[in-house]
């Protein structure tokens, strides 16, 4: 912590005597501690990559998984897959301002999702599944948990959201907006429990894949659901849902797969 105050300290007095650079400074700048703050929130980097790479005095735009748009030089993606870390995630995440792709599976990040998440109406990617086995065996408690945030649906920039593989619990958040761009949910092995919303598909014209398999999950299937004409895959196994499988179904011209086993669903299936 010492160190980043040292260290933002010398780079605000270098935008002082810049003054031309002061915009991109200040927001390189921003970027620049919202990162520093999840190597903070990092309790264990097996692979010693944040600890090493990360440093304030290499610009950010060079650190280790760091991209950044090729103008405006702000953090456009972060991608941390498969480097094992353990911490959890702190709400700056919410002040990379440019950030599109959000790629952190496979670590071990405890407690929420923060809720600034959805300050960031750039990201199309938000990918925090599928963590590997091996951490879901040897670092069980040290995954998010939590509820979702219920304002994550409202990133209309959205275009797959992976939240699969976590202790997520609570309901399914609605989805209060158009969500042209998104094509795929997947809430796969989580806890949560309550029925699907029934508005949750007005807003999702595109959506191509529906993973909400090994869930609490109760209700019916929403009818709604019929309006996602591009639907690809639906995957609702391993749920406590009942009701009858609707001959809406068979209007889905393009589905492909359908996975509903382990459910209370009665009737035929037409
Ligand atoms: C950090 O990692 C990046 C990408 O692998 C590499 O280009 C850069 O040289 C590394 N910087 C340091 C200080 O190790
Ligand atoms: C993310 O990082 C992993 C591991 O370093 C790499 O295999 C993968 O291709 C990267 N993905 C993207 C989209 O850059
Ligand atoms: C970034 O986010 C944190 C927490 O959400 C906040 O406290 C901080 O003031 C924000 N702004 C900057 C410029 O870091
Ligand atoms: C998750 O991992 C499985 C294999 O364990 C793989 O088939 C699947 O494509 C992965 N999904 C994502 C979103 O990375
Ligand atoms: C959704 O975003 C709009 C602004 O884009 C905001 O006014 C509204 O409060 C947000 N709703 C939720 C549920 O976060
Ligand atoms: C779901 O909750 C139960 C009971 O609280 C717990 O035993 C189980 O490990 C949880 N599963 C997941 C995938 O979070
Ligand atoms: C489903 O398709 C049939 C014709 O095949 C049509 O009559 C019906 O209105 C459609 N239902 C919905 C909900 O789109």
Same mark, same amino acid.
């Given at each position: 912590m010492g160190n980043t105050f040292l260290n933002l300290s010398l780079l605000i007095i270098f935008h002082f005597y810049m003054p031309t650079f002061s915009m991109k400074l200040t927001t390189i700048l921003t970027d620049q501690s919202a990162l520093l703050a999840l190597k903070d929130h990092v309790i264990h980097d097996p692979k010693n990559v944040l600890t090493t790479n !990360?440093?304030? %005095?290499?610009? &950010?735009?060079? !650190?280790?998984g760091v991209s950044c748009g090729s103008?405006?030089? #702000? &953090?456009t993606a972060l991608n941390l897959t498969g480097l094992g870390l353990v911490g959890t995630l702190p709400?700056?995440?919410?002040?990379? %301002?440019?950030? *599109?792709f959000l790629r952190i599976r496979s670590n071990s990040f405890r407690g929420k999702l923060p809720v $600034?998440?959805?300050?960031?109406?750039?990201? #199309?990617i938000l990918n925090f599944g599928n963590l590997s086995k091996l951490e879901i065996l @040897?670092?069980? +408690?040290?995954r998010i948990s939590g509820?979702?945030?219920?304002?994550?649906?409202?990133? @209309? %920039? =959205? $275009?797959n959201i992976y939240l699969n593989n976590n202790m997520l619990s609570g309901f399914i958040p609605s989805v209060p907006?158009?969500?042209?761009?998104? /094509?795929g949910i997947d809430f796969n092995f989580n806890n949560l429990s309550g029925h699907?919303? +029934?508005?949750?598909?007005?807003?999702?014209?595109? =959506?191509k894949e529906l993973t909400l398999s090994v869930n609490l999950l109760s209700g019916r299937i929403p009818a *709604?659901?019929? #309006?996602? #004409? +591009? =639907? $690809?895959k639906l995957s609702l196994s391993y749920n406590q849902m009942e009701g009858s499988l609707p001959i /809406?179904?068979?209007?889905?011209?393009?589905?492909?797969h359908i996975y509903i086993g382990q459910n209370h669903f009665e009737g035929n299936i037409c």
């Open positions: !990360w440093s304030a %005095s290499a610009p &950010v735009c060079n !650190w280790f103008k405006h030089r #702000k &953090v709400p700056h995440i919410g002040n990379l %301002s440019f950030l *599109s $600034q998440l959805s300050n960031l109406h750039r990201l #199309k @040897s670092l069980f +408690e040290t509820s979702i945030p219920s304002s994550i649906f409202n990133i @209309s %920039s =959205l $275009q907006r158009d969500l042209l761009l998104l /094509e699907i919303p +029934e508005d949750m598909f007005d807003h999702l014209p595109n =959506l *709604s659901l019929f #309006k996602c #004409k +591009e =639907l $690809q /809406e179904i068979g209007n889905l011209s393009m589905l492909q």
